[in-house]
């Protein structure tokens, strides 16, 4: 019997050491208003700020306390899903509707908080060739968004009620998937309230340990990467057309977050070979040579914020070969990845831009050895 009464016990302590080891998921909503104004980046959309747009933003935020070991080395930030409500103050830009996901990190004892979200947004009243030819900034009714801001905040003042403070920028364009594409951006100022659920159970912050950073560092690894995607020159009507990317690069792990790359990218964008027509024809002023190379070649270098299998990344890259002279002979990336099976295997979807100008949202797989 005594056998039996220990093997309860030792049962008993194994479930209550197993709970305590269970990951808690502390959550938090924010609401927020915002009213700001339109940024005149391009004079093509002058004639769209007629106004001070405003809106909502609601933020569903998984507070995390350090059960993994990346949550205590970047001090503890938040994640979540963000939805967003636009007026645009413009009736040609109607309103818009975003859904994000969102990071956040904290600084100066967790009272300036500084978040990036990307996702995806529906405009209500996008570039229409007879009904709405005036909004020439978006030529699709779904859009890509990024919203960046910073904000003052002061959590829990009572009974897990918070307030907040702050500026930020929401950016809208479809990254020439459909033309026209002059997006927009908004400069906000917002205020707004949250809400700590079960403020009194948050568990107590855990720090992984003094080790450095760079007990992480890998040697020299070679990736290679394909991409692709559809997308359509900046003149109405030429279409949309598929591209192909190939990537590849070497990278050093130097520490916990950080990985540098360098490498070269072969681009074949099939939308060039219609614009090279076009203007060939239409501009026979730039003496364009019949059968034009469409081809791109870059090379780059780049870096990744590691946030234990998914990385930010970053790249800026130069043209080397470089027929055509499409927008600027330097291009970047950025973009998110998530990695795959002890990191042999990754998916990446970033933007490739000429700086603020956006060529197209691409799409890859990759592997890396």
Known sequence: MKYLFSLIAVCMVGTILQAQQNELKPVSIDVSTFYGS???HNPDISHLITGHPRGLVISYNRKTYGYN???????FPDWGFTFTYQDMQNPYLGQNFGLYGHFNWYFLNRMLRVGVAQGVAYASNPYDPETNFQNNAYGSTLLSTTLL???????????GLGAHLGMGVIHYSNANLKAPNNSTNTFYFSAGLSYQFNEVGFPARISHGTWP????AERIKYNAVFRTGINEADVNGLGQYPFYVFSFFADKRINYKSTLQAGVDFFFSNFLIHLINYRRIAFPGDNLEEGLDYRR??????HELRFNRIAFISQLGYYVYWPYEFEKQIYNRLGIKRYFFNDRFFGVVNVKSHWAKAEAVEFGIGVRI
């Open 69 to 75: 070991e990346w949550e205590s080395r970047y001090n």
């Open 297 to 302: 070649i870059g090379v780059f270098v780049g």
């Open 213 to 216: 950073s760079k007990f992480y």
């Open 149 to 159: 801001k910073g904000e003052i905040v002061k959590e829990n003042i009572y009974k």
């Open 38 to 40: 339109i940024l005149e």
